[in-house]
């Protein structure tokens, strides 16, 4: 008997050690799957912050792809706030009034510009699966409202708020962006001391089309009939003045600080000017030329660029690091080998690194067949194109008084042996027949360094007015402006 109740008792510790080692089990499965609850819960919450995250910097490239590309931009009234509205005196087109007040106004209750998904329409061009402007974005959430008003701190441009769904939850989240201050070109060619030849009495040795000519000098034309004219009725084409039997431009405007002088003419003296050549502009009313600051170029190039130190031989170092071996040829540099090459904003240094003076200035030589790129060259320039150049797709100007880019006619430019910006800080000195779409601009003059009437001819690209400058970002996300809401 007693036996038996030993037994039992056994049995029953057995049980209750059972039922606890149940108990515990299940309480440690409870938490495990408590815990896993919650880690499923903040991995969601940080896929959704991820997500909300992508779609804010997509609204934020996509606006600041508008400055940039004013072909993206919304057509419409919409489009022509991501255009200069205002035109200083001094500075040119600027999306800033003398003041320094955004031409962006609006607040997050009344935004300059508003696209909301309630709206068929909006939903339409925000989110469709074919054309959207997120539809890459689609499996992530959904952009429920993309606005753009005023900026909340002083100088800068506006600010960017974006709204996204996702797993049915909601974020907003704003950044704003600033402009940088890049001087435009307004002209397709300037020059320093003026644009002659070196062949005594000889014509002017470039051709302009397309936008204004300024020289701070006096300037040989050759006959006056030779003299491209300015006319509302001329063909837009990218035909050179060499194939024209009758040379003409809807946009050649000639000016001088110094005086027009004229070779003799079969046709006898002529009494009157052509009305699109101002002589004697300097120093009252003055020229209006555009100038590069050298400490803003050469930091932009440290930020957004490359920059380039330079010896005596004309031989180019990365970072300005002369060491043996390292140097490189300006061809090996700015040569491009195709259209769409494009090298971007590249710095190249005086001599001695410091701000240019007349003895500081080196000679690069380029004879590559294409460059494309915004070269700002603190030195003398030889430029000698090899080849026949490259086919580039160009813009012609607006129609005058006009801005809309409907008016702006398409244009394939045959031998092209430069796309972008020529800067030298001294003299341009140039061989054979170069050709370049965007501009020239030198510090000295511009001259041809041959006895055969040879000339340099250029195709102003009026996005150069407006300070779209390939390689150089127009508009930033400011730092220090990233905001989230839920």
């Given at each position: 008997m007693e036996?038996?109740?030993?037994?039992?008792?056994?049995?029953g510790?057995?049980?209750?050690?059972?039922?606890?080692?149940?108990?515990?089990l299940?309480?440690l499965?409870?938490?495990?799957?408590n815990?896993?609850?919650?880690?499923i819960?903040s991995v969601?919450a940080?896929?959704?912050?991820?997500v909300?995250?992508?779609?804010?910097?997509?609204?934020?490239d996509?606006?600041v792809q508008?400055?940039?590309?004013p072909?993206a931009a919304?057509?419409?009234?919409?489009?022509?706030l991501?255009?200069?509205r205002?035109?200083?005196?001094?500075?040119?087109?600027?999306?800033?009034?003398?003041?320094?007040v955004s031409?962006?106004?609006?607040?997050?209750?009344?935004?300059?510009?508003?696209?909301?998904a309630?709206?068929?329409?909006d939903?339409?061009?925000l989110?469709?699966?074919?054309?959207?402007?997120?539809?890459?974005?689609?499996?992530l959430?959904r952009v429920?409202?993309?606005?753009?008003?005023?900026?909340t701190r002083p100088?800068?441009?506006?600010t960017?708020?974006?709204?996204?769904?996702?797993?049915?939850m909601?974020r907003?989240?704003?950044?704003?962006?600033g402009?940088?201050?890049i001087?435009p070109?307004?002209?397709?060619v300037?020059?320093?001391?003026?644009?002659?030849?070196r062949?005594?009495?000889?014509v002017?040795?470039l051709?302009?089309?397309?936008?204004?000519l300024?020289?701070k000098?006096?300037m040989?034309?050759g006959?006056?009939?030779e003299?491209?004219?300015k006319?509302a009725q001329?063909?837009?084409?990218g035909?050179?003045?060499?194939?024209?039997?009758r040379?003409?431009?809807?946009w050649?405007?000639?000016?001088?600080?110094?005086?027009a002088?004229?070779?003799?003419s079969?046709s006898?003296?002529?009494a009157?000017l052509p009305a699109?050549l101002?002589?004697?502009?300097?120093?009252?009313?003055?020229?209006n030329?555009?100038?590069?600051?050298?400490?803003t170029?050469k930091?932009y190039?440290?930020?957004?660029?490359e920059?380039?130190g330079m010896d005596?031989n004309g031989?180019?170092?990365?970072?300005?690091?002369?060491?043996?071996e390292?140097?490189l040829t300006?061809?090996?540099v700015?040569?491009?080998?195709s259209?769409?090459?494009h090298?971007?904003?590249?710095?190249?240094?005086?001599?001695?690194?410091?701000?240019p003076?007349?003895?500081?200035?080196?000679?690069?030589?380029l004879e590559?067949e294409?460059a494309?790129?915004l070269f700002?060259?603190?030195?003398?320039v030889s430029?000698?194109?090899q080849?026949i150049?490259?086919?580039?797709p160009?813009?012609s100007p607006p129609?005058?008084?006009?801005?809309?880019?409907?008016?702006?006619?398409?244009v394939?430019?045959?031998?092209m042996?430069?796309q972008?910006?020529?800067?030298s800080a001294?003299?341009?000195v140039?061989?054979?027949?170069?050709?370049?779409y965007?501009?020239v601009?030198?510090?000295g003059?511009?001259?041809?360094?041959?006895t055969t009437?040879?000339?340099?001819?250029?195709?102003?690209?009026?996005?150069?007015?407006s300070?779209l400058?390939?390689g150089m970002p127009?508009?930033?996300?400011a730092?220090g402006?990233?905001?989230?809401?839920y």
């Amino acid at each position: 008997m007693e036996g038996n109740v030993n037994e039992y008792r056994e049995r029953g510790t057995a049980l209750i050690g059972s039922v606890m080692a149940v108990l515990l089990l299940s309480m440690l499965g409870t938490v495990s799957l408590n815990l896993a609850t919650q880690e499923i819960e903040s991995v969601g919450a940080a896929r959704d912050v991820a997500v909300a995250q992508h779609l804010a910097e997509a609204g934020a490239d996509l606006v600041v792809q508008w400055f940039h590309d004013p072909n993206a931009a919304p057509s419409g009234p919409a489009g022509s706030l991501f255009v200069k509205r205002h035109d200083l005196p001094e500075a040119g087109p600027s999306f800033f009034d003398e003041k320094g007040v955004s031409q962006f106004s609006g607040t997050t209750d009344r935004p300059d510009l508003l696209y909301d998904a309630l709206r068929p329409d909006d939903d339409r061009i925000l989110n469709d699966p074919a054309n959207g402007w997120f539809r890459s974005l689609r499996s992530l959430g959904r952009v429920l409202k993309l606005k753009v008003y005023g900026p909340t701190r002083p100088g800068l441009l506006c600010t960017v708020e974006i709204a996204a769904g996702a797993a049915g939850m909601t974020r907003t989240l704003s950044v704003q962006l600033g402009a940088r201050t890049i001087p435009p070109l307004r002209a397709g060619v300037q020059a320093g001391n003026g644009v002659v030849s070196r062949v005594p009495d000889g014509v002017m040795p470039l051709w302009l089309h397309w936008g204004d000519l300024k020289v701070k000098g006096d300037m040989n034309f050759g006959k006056i009939e030779e003299l491209p004219v300015k006319t509302a009725q001329a063909s837009v084409t990218g035909q050179s003045y060499a194939e024209m039997a009758r040379r003409e431009d809807r946009w050649l405007d000639i000016w001088l600080g110094g005086s027009a002088l004229f070779s003799p003419s079969a046709s006898g003296p002529t009494a009157t000017l052509p009305a699109n050549l101002y002589p004697h502009r300097d120093p009252s009313p003055g020229l209006n030329l555009d100038h590069w600051n050298y400490e803003t170029m050469k930091q932009y190039a440290f930020l957004y660029g490359e920059y380039y130190g330079m010896d005596r031989n004309g031989l180019l170092y990365p970072n300005g690091i002369m060491e043996t071996e390292s140097g490189l040829t300006a061809n090996e540099v700015l040569g491009s080998k195709s259209v769409g090459d494009h090298h971007g904003l590249v710095f190249v240094d005086t001599l001695d690194q410091r701000p240019p003076h007349g003895d500081n200035l080196g000679t690069l030589s380029l004879e590559t067949e294409y460059a494309e790129g915004l070269f700002v060259v603190n030195a003398h320039v030889s430029l000698k194109p090899q080849g026949i150049g490259k086919s580039v797709p160009a813009l012609s100007p607006p129609h005058e008084g006009a801005s809309s880019l409907a008016t702006r006619v398409p244009v394939q430019l045959t031998g092209m042996h430069l796309q972008g910006v020529l800067y030298s800080a001294g003299d341009i000195v140039f061989e054979g027949r170069p050709r370049v779409y965007g501009a020239v601009m030198a510090e000295g003059r511009v001259v041809s360094g041959s006895t055969t009437g040879e000339t340099l001819e250029v195709w102003y690209n009026d996005d150069l007015r407006s300070g779209l400058l390939r390689g150089m970002p127009l508009v930033y996300v400011a730092p220090g402006t990233w905001q989230e809401q839920y």
